[in-house]
């Protein structure tokens, strides 16, 4: 291989890690850390996440979202990464917050989340969790189901603004599992009964109807079924706000075309200027595109193994740590750390007892031998969201890299805490 052709697929690979990620004498750095550095100070599975990618992410959606329509609101939907030191952060960066639930709810608030900006969802909200969001005074939210307006009539003793979830009925073109604006999902009320929901909301006496909300699903990687969404709630009325939800996809290998942050805000204020009233705020819901690419999961290879039928690199985490494979078949590509390129096929796979167990089906790693360390782009969003103990797994720290800089936003889980709720 010439120089250039591997100077060609090492940019192609970076191109997959938070800007500014580099190759040093064939090893990644990422926020200016080398990786060898991260594992040997962190251990492995570690998760990375770069401190400057997610800031220049979240400032990107919030000054194009504003510069095409100022009344308006980026709300971070932080069950992409719900850690304490990243709500502060985009709370930071002026975005609203997103929680779906009270353990969001507490870690948005001990961040030092505007309530008011705080924005509550759920397909199944408890006693508990609304009262925890009036008694903090949460400033919107959002009605899924009719319980959810009795609940609220209930608690509910000054005002509460709220919005209603509408099904727009769209089958948007991601997997069933991430897919939530068909007539047949858990998620928001069918027309019609977002229709009674609206009439009964505006004869309330507490629950202050300030409008719509709408999210038809993740890693959508169209514009037009956001376009579509919106002309579906449009006739319900003109209201003060319209929550448009999140659902932009991330790009997670080389090959998938993803519309840029521009390309998906010109798609929906070119609608919302057809279709809602012109002094309407608009708030937007990103996860996924916000967090994902800012981060990436760190691996020591623990086996490699050459089967009938192809060959398996095996390493110290997978679905204990990234579920986005098994529960969505999300593809993901990855490369040695410390030799950046590319060479034969592997099957990447985890340590966990599933076959299912896998984290890439087919990728090109150079040379991967015991004791490497791998290194998966785009884990930001979901990973640590969903991480657990599978097989006694421990899960991984969080470390947010920045100008050379590491800090641990999330220590590793030890074997005391494994079994700190388990009473013998
Ligand atoms: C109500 C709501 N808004 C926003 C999001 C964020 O979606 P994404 O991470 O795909 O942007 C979700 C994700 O499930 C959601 O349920």
Same mark, same amino acid.
């Given at each position: 291989m010439t120089t250039t052709s591997h100077q060609r697929e090492q940019a192609r690979l970076l191109e997959l890690f938070p800007p500014g990620s580099s190759v040093e004498h064939d090893e990644l750095l990422i926020g200016g850390v080398r990786a060898r550095d991260l594992a040997d100070e962190f251990g492995t599975p570690a998760m990375i996440v770069d401190e400057n990618a997610l800031r220049a992410r979240a400032r990107r959606y919030r000054d194009d979202f504003s510069e095409r329509w100022p009344n308006s609101l980026v709300v971070w939907a932080s069950k992409s990464l719900p850690r304490t030191a990243i709500y502060r952060l985009m709370n930071e960066e002026g975005l609203g917050i997103d929680v779906a639930g009270g353990g969001e709810m507490m870690m948005a608030l001990r961040a030092g989340a505007d309530p008011q900006r705080v924005v509550m969802h759920g397909n199944a909200k408890s006693d508990h969790e609304l009262t925890m969001a009036i008694d903090a005074g949460v400033g919107t939210i959002v009605i899924d189901n009719f319980d959810d307006i009795d609940r609220l009539e209930r608690l509910v003793h000054d005002e509460q603004g709220v919005l209603v979830r509408v099904l727009p009925e769209i089958a948007a073109p991601t997997h069933a599992a991430t897919a939530t604006g068909h007539i047949d999902s858990k998620f928001g009320l069918p027309v019609a009964d977002a229709q009674r929901a609206i009439a009964r909301l505006r004869n309330? &006496?507490? =629950?202050?109807? &300030?409008g719509l909300h709408v999210h038809i699903g993740s !890693?959508? =990687?169209?514009t037009r079924p956001f376009t579509r969404a919106i002309e579906a709630i449009a006739p319900l009325g003109e209201f003060a706000v319209y929550d448009l939800g999140g659902g932009l996809g991330a790009r997670?290998?080389?090959d998938s075309r993803v519309p840029t942050i521009e390309e998906y805000l010109d798609a929906l204020i070119a609608t919302a200027r057809e279709c809602l009233p012109s002094n309407a705020r608009l708030l937007i819901e990103p996860g996924r595109s916000l967090v994902a690419e800012a981060g990436m999961t760190l691996y020591r290879v623990l086996t490699v193994k050459h089967g009938a039928h192809r060959s398996f690199v095996a390493v110290d985490g997978g679905m204990g740590d990234n579920l986005e494979v098994s529960l969505y078949g999300q593809a993901f590509d990855a490369t040695v750390a410390t030799r950046v390129g590319r060479g034969e096929n592997f099957t990447l796979v985890g340590r966990?007892?599933?076959? /299912? &167990? !896998? =984290?890439?089906?087919?990728v090109a790693l150079r040379e991967p031998r015991v004791g490497d360390l791998i290194a998966v782009p785009?884990? /930001?969003?979901y990973c640590l969201t969903m991480s657990n103990n599978y097989n006694g797994a421990l899960r991984p720290p969080l470390v947010m890299v920045r100008d050379g800089h590491v800090r641990v936003v999330q220590r590793r889980e030890t074997y005391d805490d494994l079994i700190a709720r388990d009473l013998p």
């Open positions: 309330s &006496d507490t =629950l202050r109807l &300030d !890693q959508i =990687l169209d997670y290998t080389f966990h007892c599933e076959s /299912g &167990d !896998q =984290l890439i089906e087919t785009v884990t /930001g969003a």
